[in-house]
């Protein structure tokens, strides 16, 4: 009898975990991969996918507004939220299928089982089997967090339940200033909600460049979106269908839902860890790693949110890659989390990779700073007042560009461009040597030939 069931048991069907599994797979291990609920993972079936296809839904309110500038008119229009999630729901399940097809391609096995930890290498899954696996890879996700308990906190909703409303809230007021929270709040804006958010920071997008954090506070204030900083939702009252919130400071707000996007933790719970002796990173809550994602037991990895250090599926992913090519491909990989591109995907759109001008000026001892705040072509006739911002942060010293921050239409896609430049390391002077293309707003990320602003720390004696 074998010693063991598999090669490697991956305990979550998400980005993450698929690819590890299919990769390993490839590489001759017989693999099984346990998901308790839709493979797909947080991205796919309640994340990243369906919320991307809601942004562009909240656009349309934009292009029939500015259309009116370029001669066009558009009868009223009217929006039905029921089809939107009716469509989103059909996509999702056809991507999920594609998922799980795909793992069954790899010829690795599927549980859809919870599988907990009865020793290091026994997994038991709910259907009472035990495998057991000479590898285990922990790809479990993380899930929203509604921090402390508070009076009315059962009447909140997360971005879990968001994608299932049965209607478009009038009102909603939404907690948090990060990714999440502003994302949801220009969704429901441009669907027609009237959106309140609240944040306990000074500002929205903490750990964000300061010049995109105060654009972005700027135009979605614009929009008619209220945004309340330094205060919490302390209590909430149910009257029938409504709702009030009382917050830290004083004052109070009224909507017909509340959702809350503080934060999410690692799903580390009642996976039988600590029989397993797998140790917990007590920094961040998430499984403690090394370099190779490799836990404190010599057999047992852990990607993704679950080790809560990044939390991006493209992150996930490479980690899982990695993992498979280390430990079955024999050949060892190591991740580099450097100038990772990431996106907001509000209104305006946030693209940003590699440094901060606040954490340039910390690390550099001469720093420029090119920064340009305009109105693009499309404004002159839709009418519209938004503006973009692009700014380049450079190391005066070796001309190297340690950063891009933009924020308007395009900004995501804009940036992983440029993110392949930066990763490069390519210089100020590379920029100005690329040739415009005209008439477009990126032209400006090669046009910028003056320093907005010229940063020189002293060393310290």
Known sequence: ?????????????????????????????????????????????????????????????????????????????????????????????????????????????????????????????????????????????????????????????????????????KRILIQGGGYIALEFACIFAGLGSDVTVVYRGENILRGFDEDVRHHVRTEMEKEGITILTGCTVAAIDKHGSEYTSHLSNGSSVASDQMMFAIGRHPSVANLGLEKAGVAINPDNGGIAVDEFCQTSVPHIYAIGDVTHRINLTPVAIREGHAFADTVFGKRPVKVDYSDIPTAVFSQPEVGTVGLTESQARARYTHVDIYKSDFRPIKATLSGSQGRILMKLIVDASTDRVLGCHIVGPEAAELIQVIGIAVKMKATKADFDATMALHPTAAEELVTMRTPTARHVREAAE
């Open 1 to 169: 009898m074998a010693e063991f069931d598999a090669d490697l048991f991956v305990i979550g069907g998400g980005s993450g975990g698929v690819r590890a599994a299919r990769i390993a797979a490839g590489h001759g291990a017989r693999v099984v991969v346990a998901e308790e609920y839709r493979f797909g993972g947080t991205c796919v079936i309640r994340g990243c996918v369906p919320k991307k296809l809601m942004v562009y839904a909240s656009h349309v309110h934009q292009e029939i507004r500015d259309a009116a500038g370029f001669g066009w008119t558009i009868p009223s229009a009217t929006f039905d939220w029921p089809t939107l999630i009716a469509n989103k729901d059909k996509e999702i399940a056809r991507l999920e299928a594609i998922y799980t097809s795909n793992v069954e391609k790899s010829g690795a096995r599927i549980v859809k089982s919870r599988a907990v930890f009865e020793d290091p290498h026994t997994l038991r899954l709910s259907n009472g089997e035990a495998v057991r696996a000479k590898y285990v890879l922990i790809a479990t996700g993380g899930a929203p967090n509604h921090g402390k308990a508070i009076p009315g906190i059962e009447h909140v909703i997360s971005s879990n339940e968001v994608f299932h409303l049965p209607a478009l809230p």
